[in-house]
């Protein structure tokens, strides 16, 4: 069961990158979970699927020399919901469809795997940590900062441009 959930079920083995593969499958899952819930259900998943994908990690890779497998990509659904949190919240808290803010699906989707490919500063930190925390950390981080860049994004467009 930990390497279904570590690999989202499979999807980790899609080549090339995987990551992306489970970026995206993280963006529709977003935009499912916002559908049945709004915002509130999908930041209440984002935190299960840290703490599941935590442990299946933790499982998945015990006993082994690579603690990030390419193929585990748990850690990118969960960056990604993070990373999307502030779009889902925005259609939330507006009571619009959320893909009438489809460029902040885009840009949330593009910004978190610029994050995690390039692991600027306490992304790469916490990608040393070499264990299954850091796993999910360093896409933690990256959603954290891609949420923060896609925010200062859509104030830029909205607040300050008038578009």
């Known amino acids: ?16 990158a995987p990551g992306t593969w489970g970026s995206a499958v993280g963006v529709l899952g977003a935009l499912g979970l916002h559908y049945l819930g709004g915002f509130p259900l999908l930041l209440v998943a984002t935190v299960a699927v840290f703490l599941i994908g935590w442990w299946a990690t933790y499982r998945a890779t015990l006993g082994s020399q690579d603690h990030d497998p390419s193929e585990i990509v748990i850690d990118e659904v969960a960056g990604q919901w993070i990373a999307l949190l502030v779009v889902s919240y925005g259609a939330w808290n507006a009571g619009l469809d959320p893909l009438r803010l489809y460029p902040g699906w885009i840009a949330g989707f593009l ?14 930190w916490a990608d040393r940590r070499g264990d299954a925390l850091g796993v999910m950390l360093d896409d ?3 959603g954290i900062f891609a949420a923060i860049a896609t925010g200062a994004l859509a104030f830029l467009t909205h607040a300050v441009l008038r578009l």
Request: net charge positive; no cysteine.
């Open 111 to 124: 910004l978190f795997r610029l994050f995690d490919i390039t692991k600027p500063w306490l992304v790469g």
């Open 1 to 16: 069961m930990s390497r279904l959930i570590a690999t989202v079920f499979g999807v980790g083995h899609i080549r090339p």
């Open 140 to 142: 933690v981080i990256a």
